[in-house]
T-cell receptor, first 114, second 109 residues
Framework: NAGVTQTPKFQVLKTGQSMTLQCAQD?????MYWYRQDPGMGLRLIYY???????DKGEVPNGYNVSRLNKREFSLRLESAAPSQTSVYFCASSLRGGAAGELFFGEGSRLTVL | DAKTTQPNSMESNEEEPVHLPCNHS???????IHWYRQLPSQGPEYVIH???SNVNNRMASLAIAEDRKSSTLILHRATLRDAAVYYCILRGRDDKIIFGKGTRLHILP
């Protein structure tokens, strides 16, 4: 069972470069999320998508864009990377919106911006 | 967004029960209480959730206060593998799921 798959797992960028983090889930989930986690910190919500075709800002959306390409895929784009975006990024999905849905997380993508 | 408050860290001895507290005084009537844990170098994983009644599963128990302003995650017999960061979150209908800093649980052999 693949669950939530993130690519790439590791990436090093130079300041100003752009890149896209990919996330795909094979559980037919409606809701998908992108979080970042800085060393020794909790998770902070960047963007989320309650259903195909909709996206909403989370706690820290500045510097990021997202695309809910279809029900399976939710990508996160950094248009001009900055050192402050060095972090571990986690994608998550949930079967349904609403309060009882369990979140499933990917293994994370570790991004370093020099 | 409703917020939760947890202690930064806790310690427990191996093979003893662990009670992890969480305060959520601004919880709304439709918010579910969820617990996740994050092992080192891994993504968070679901532990348990509940609305009003206490809940049990193979991993843990969740005790919810009568006024729902606090809850406690109970690990009945801690092992070294339970050392992790535990997050208590509130999940409402708006799908915006906010994590706090969680509680780092240390297990002493």
């Amino acid at each position: 069972n693949a669950g939530v798959t993130q690519t790439p797992k590791f990436q090093v960028l130079k300041t100003g470069q752009s890149m896209t983090l990919q996330c795909a889930q094979d559980m037919n989930h409606n809701s998908m999320y992108w979080y970042r986690q800085d060393p020794g910190m909790g998770l902070r919500l960047i963007y989320y998508s309650a259903s195909e075709g909709t996206t909403d800002k989370g706690e820290v959306p500045n510097g990021y864009n997202v695309s809910r390409l279809n029900k399976r895929e939710f990508s996160l784009r950094l248009e001009s990377a900055a050192p402050s975006q060095t972090s571990v990024y986690f994608c998550a999905s949930s079967l349904r919106g609403g309060a009882a849905g369990e979140l499933f997380f990917g293994e994370g993508s570790r991004l370093t911006v020099l | 967004d409703a917020k939760t408050t947890q202690p930064n860290s806790m310690e427990s001895n191996e093979e003893e029960p662990v009670h992890l507290p969480c305060n959520h005084s601004t919880i709304s009537g439709t918010d579910y209480i969820h617990w996740y844990r994050q092992l080192p170098s891994q993504g968070p994983e679901y532990v348990i959730h509940g609305l009003t009644s206490n809940v049990n599963n193979r991993m843990a128990s969740l005790a919810i206060a009568e006024d729902r302003k606090s809850s406690t995650l109970i690990l009945h017999r801690a092992t070294l593998r339970d050392a992790a960061v535990y997050y208590c979150i509130l999940r409402g209908r708006d799908d915006k799921i906010i994590f706090g800093k969680g509680t780092r649980l240390h297990i002493l052999p």
